[in-house]
T-cell receptor, first 115, second 109 residues
Framework: GAVVSQHPSWVICKSGTSVKIECRSLDFQATTMFWYRQFPKQSLMLMATSNEGSKATYEQGVEKDKFLINHASLTLSTLTVTSAHPEDSSFYIC???????????FGPGTRLTVT | GQNIDQPTEMTATEGAIVQINCTYQTSGFNGLFWYQQHAGEAPTFLSYNVLDGLEEKGRFSSFLSRSKGYSYLLLKELQMKDSASYLCAGLDSNYQLIWGAGTKLIIKP
């Protein structure tokens, strides 16, 4: 089956620094990848849709200048949390979509803690 | 607007059967997904329905009624490892997934 990896699996950073999270589709090409955020005991919240070779589409309320997304190739998308603050601490999950039936395969997630 | 409704939490007994319901309202419809998510982990795909009826896959089955905007996930012979959140998601006309808040399933011995 389709495998999606994420790196790092967890990261602790200081307030004000930036953190980059990578999402890779290992055995398939993904023209579309998604970035989600999930707070404890809450549902997945879609942050943005990333299309290879074009600008990401951000959901309402998500700051595009704070959460930089780059989808440079068909197998790699990156999310950079800039000037991180403690309220950005969360579980960030990426997914990659395959064509028909447009199923999404999820990476294992990255747990970000900002101190 | 678009909306997915499912119960917040359910409890069932090991070895029993449980049905998790989901109602959906999406702009257009291209199918309905069920995902399982264990605590602290990413969701994993369980099933996809686009036509009316029941799809069976081992201990798990998923049902869809498009006219009623309704789906359910049926879990048989429950095991302790089935304790997880179950997410219902509808695929809209833009092929975007609209997620429910998830149903936390608690299995008791």
């Amino acid at each position: 089956g389709a495998v999606v990896s994420q790196h790092p699996s967890w990261v602790i950073c200081k307030s004000g620094t930036s953190v980059k999270i990578e999402c890779r589709s290992l055995d398939f090409q993904a023209t579309t990848m998604f970035w989600y955020r999930q707070f404890p005991k809450q549902s997945l919240m879609l942050m943005a849709t990333s299309n290879e070779g074009s600008k990401a589409t951000y959901e309402q309320g998500v700051e595009k200048d704070k959460f930089l997304i780059n989808h440079a190739s068909l197998t790699l998308s990156t999310l950079t949390v800039t000037s991180a603050h403690p309220e950005d601490s969360s579980f960030y999950i990426c997914s990659a979509r395959v064509r028909q039936p447009y199923e999404q395969y999820f990476g294992p997630g990255t747990r970000l803690t900002v101190t | 607007g678009q909306n997915i409704d499912q119960p917040t939490e359910m409890t069932a007994t090991e070895g029993a059967i449980v049905q998790i319901n989901c109602t959906y309202q999406t702009s257009g419809f291209n199918g309905l997904f069920w995902y399982q998510q264990h605590a602290g982990e990413a969701p994993t795909f369980l099933s996809y329905n686009v036509l009316d009826g029941l799809e069976e896959k081992g201990r798990f089955s998923s049902f869809l009624s498009r006219s009623k905007g309704y789906s359910y996930l049926l879990l048989k012979e429950l095991q302790m490892k089935d304790s997880a959140s179950y997410l219902c998601a509808g695929l809209d006309s833009n092929y975007q997934l609209i997620w429910g808040a998830g149903t936390k399933l608690i299995i008791k011995p």
